[in-house]
């Protein structure tokens, strides 16, 4: 098991363990993270030293054309000294992003297989005993559910045999101005899918914006989520706008007891949305240190 793997076990038995005889059992501690993709414009070196700043657990790497970790820019040696990099700064990999438009033609399709297949590899290169998801949104329309919903499923069968074939958990998130967008159809689409390779990465902003109460939500997905982003979001699913957490109204301690209730043990990253990172004057370092000011208390057992 390695060095990062192993703390974050380590952590998890502390808390179930050392715990009074008649005494109530401490909060499970959730993973807390930030996601790369809100650092294109830090080299990745201080990426990773903001982060370990700022008291986050671990990060998830962007694996989309151009940014830190996309595959095909990587060679075994570049693999090599990002491990370095991670257990040097004490972070794990929580997770790994793909933007994969998967209603996209046939070459599209097989062109998405081919790197969800380069993600997995440099999942287990990263964590061999314990490869972290590859996270997901499916792209599409809200209006065309209905007429694409076995097709995804399809799709999905596909991807979900390279994820068995390498282990490693491919996780799709409902968003709200795309196809997979509404509680019961993620339900449904990870159901008929029928695989543990496939499963949800749960983001509450995205069914906030619907008017979808929170309990709902968790009750309903926290069961089939392996990895949750965490922002804020304002306006309607028509016209809306995400936020850096704490900019908004989300309540992180109530949904960071609602999972732990719900028996959710994936880890919780910060997702900096593009509405934000594209904003002129956007600071990445000041976004991760404000971010984890806003959740650390909720998610990490921080006080």
């Given amino acids: 098991m390695s060095e990062i793997t192993r703390r974050d076990w380590l952590s998890a038995a502390l808390a179930t363990t050392l ?19 809100g650092m294109r414009s830090l080299p990745l070196p201080d990426a990773l030293e903001v982060c370990k700043r700022c008291g986050y657990d671990g990060v998830e790497l962007a694996l989309m054309p151009g940014y830190h970790a ?20 004490k ?8 933007n994969l438009p998967a209603l996209g033609d046939a070459a599209t399709h097989r062109s998405n297989l081919d790197r969800l297949k380069s993600a997995a590899d440099l999942a287990c290169a990263l964590v061999p005993d ?15 559910w209905g007429k694409v919903k076995d097709r995804l499923a399809e799709r999905l069968a596909d991807w979900a045999a390279v994820g068995r074939e390498r282990k490693t958990v491919i996780a799709v998130k409902p968003h709200v101005a795309h196809a997979l967008h509404a509680v019961a159809d993620a339900v449904w689409l ?3 899918v029928a695989s543990e390779w496939i499963r949800l990465a749960f983001d509450f902003s995205h069914f906030e914006l619907r008017g979808v109460m929170i309990e709902d939500a968790v009750k ?4 089939l989520s392996v990895f949750a982003h965490v922002k804020d979001a304002k306006g309607t699913p028509e016209k809306f706008e995400f936020l850096l957490p704490g900019d908004g109204a989300t309540d992180y301690p109530k949904l960071a007891k609602l999972l732990r209730d719900a028996k959710f043990t994936g880890p919780v990253v910060v997702e900096v949305s593009s509405q934000v990172s594209n904003k002129p004057g956007y600071d990445p370092a000041s976004a991760a240190k404000s971010s984890f000011r806003a959740v650390s208390a909720a998610f990490g057992n921080r006080d």
């Fill in 19 to 37: 715990t009074a005889p008649g005494a109530a059992a401490p909060p499970v501690r959730l993973p807390l993270g930030f996601s790369l993709y």
């Fill in 70 to 89: 996309a595959p095909a820019n990587l060679t075994p040696a570049d693999v090599k000294a990002l491990t370095k990099r991670l257990s040097e700064a």
């Fill in 91 to 98: 972070l794990s990999v929580l997770g790994l992003m793909e």
């Fill in 130 to 144: 314990r490869p972290p998801p590859i996270e997901t949104v499916l792209g599409g329309k809200p209006t065309d």
């Fill in 190 to 192: 990870v159901k008929q």
């Fill in 220 to 223: 309903e997905l926290a069961p």
